[in-house]
C-alpha cells in the first residue's frame, strides 16, 4: 500500500509539474483534492498557468458563449428593427420588382413556356408561389419535383414539401433522385431536405417575365 501511495505521490508530482490542476489530476488518479492539497503545496501553478486553466474551464467557456450569443442576438434585433421601419409594408408593385430579382437570379431563363425556380429554403419557393399569384397564377397551376439523394426518404420529404408550400402531394410530379448520397457529401449546403422546383407552363407569363429583365438592365445600362 505504501508503494502504491508513493507511486500516486510521484504521479501526481509530476502532473502538477507539467502544469495539472487539483482537478484534473484527481480525476486522473482519484485521489481527493485534501489528499492532494498536502502533496502539492509546494509545487504552485505560474499566474500564467492560472490564467489559462481559467479561461479553458468548461463552464467559463460556456457562460462566455452565452453572452456573446446574447449580444449577438441583440445587436442583430436592434438592426432588424431598424430594417424593418425603414423597409416598411411591400406594396404590390414593390413585391412584383422583388420577384423579377428573384427569377433573374434563381429562374429557369431557358424554355418557351417553362417558369421555374429551385431552391433549397422552402421561403423562397413560399414567395415565388405568391409572386406567382400577383402575375395571375394560382397556386392549384403549379407543380413541384424534388431533387433528392439516394439515401433520402421520398415520402418523408415529399410531405414536407408539400407541408411548407401548402401544395398539394396531387402536383408532385415523380422526385429526381441524385446517384450520390446525402451522408457522403462532407460539406453540406441548404436545408436538408433536397432541392425543390416549383414549376408552371405560360408562354404569356415567361414572356412578361423575361421582358421585365430586359427592362431592367437596359434602364440600368447594364447592356
Excluded at 20 to 30: A, C, E, R, V
Excluded at 147 to 169: A, C, G, I
Excluded at 183 to 211: P, Q, W
Amino acid at each position: 500500500m505504501a508503494k502504491r501511495r508513493t507511486k500516486e505521490h510521484s504521479e501526481a508530482v509530476r502532473l502538477r509539474l507539467d502544469g495539472w490542476s487539483y482537478s484534473q489530476i484527481k480525476d486522473k488518479l482519484g485521489i481527493g483534492k485534501g489528499t492532494l492539497s498536502g502533496w502539492l503545496e509546494k509545487y504552485p501553478l505560474s499566474a500564467g498557468r492560472i490564467r489559462e486553466l481559467r479561461d479553458l474551464n468548461p463552464r467559463r467557456i460556456e457562460n462566455f458563449r452565452n453572452t456573446m450569443r446574447l449580444k449577438r442576438e441583440k445587436h442583430l434585433n436592434e438592426i432588424y428593427q431598424l430594417m424593418r421601419v425603414k423597409i416598411g409594408r411591400f406594396s404590390k408593385r414593390e413585391l412584383l420588382i422583388a420577384g423579377i430579382f428573384l427569377y433573374w437570379g434563381e429562374g429557369t431563363k431557358s424554355g418557351r413556356a417553362s417558369v421555374c425556380v429551385s431552391n433549397t429554403d422552402p421561403s423562397v419557393l413560399i414567395f415565388f408561389l405568391k409572386w406567382l399569384n400577383i402575375l395571375g397564377v394560382p397556386s392549384r397551376k403549379v407543380r413541384v419535383r424534388l431533387h433528392l439523394y439516394t439515401d433520402m426518404d421520398q415520402e418523408k420529404e415529399m410531405n414536407f414539401w408539400s407541408h411548407k408550400l401548402l401544395v398539394p402531394r396531387t402536383r408532385f410530379m415523380r422526385p429526381y433522385i441524385k446517384k450520390s448520397r446525402l451522408s457522403d457529401i462532407t460539406y453540406k449546403t441548404g436545408f436538408g431536405h433536397g432541392t425543390c422546383a416549383v414549376l408552371h407552363e405560360n408562354t404569356g407569363i415567361k414572356d412578361r417575365i423575361l421582358m421585365a429583365l430586359k427592362h431592367i438592365k437596359i434602364s440600368q445600362k447594364l447592356v
